[in-house]
């Protein structure tokens, strides 16, 4: 049974749906594009499938789907100094943070792009069927040193 998920967000609520279900997504710096006549950035990311933990029991595996990110109505884009370290990196995505007129994204190794946006408009969709992972994301407390 295919259970591929598409979601539209253009509202707060809808984005905050959308950052739960990317928290612990994996991005590679090379896997986004950018098209200036549509104003929509795009990228994938390989996402820890949340909505699928409460299946472990039965399965004894958890989740991953590549999946696309597209953000539309963009004005700019801005990332801070670190993604200028030419790395060519994995990432994870740590959060996204929505308003009216910015997206952030929030990923390891401080790594922060701003979007700057004219109407909120954003869409999440797996771009085929989610497939087993024996492990599950762990956050580790923070302790100050």
């Known amino acids: 049974m295919r259970r591929i998920m598409a979601i539209k967000a253009d509202s707060i609520d ?12 994996i991005f590679h710096i090379s896997h986004h ?48 100094d670190n993604f200028r370290n030419g790395d060519d990196a994995y990432l994870s995505l740590l959060t996204l943070h929505a308003s009216e ?17 004219n109407g909120l408009l954003i869409h999440l969709k797996d771009l085929h069927d989610k497939y087993p992972t024996p492990s599950c994301p762990v956050h580790l407390p923070h302790v100050n040193a």
């Open 14 to 25: 809808g984005c905050d749906l959308i950052s739960s279900l990317l928290q612990d997504s």
């Open 101 to 117: 007129k910015e997206i952030n994204l929030i990923f390891s190794d401080h790594k922060h792009v701003c979007i700057n946006i």
């Open 33 to 80: 594009s950018f098209n200036e006549n549509k104003k929509c950035l795009r990228l994938m990311l390989n996402r820890f499938c949340w909505e699928s933990i409460g299946d472990f029991a039965e399965t004894q595996c958890y989740f991953r789907v590549h999946s696309g990110l597209y953000i539309q109505n963009i004005d700019s884009i801005s990332v801070n």
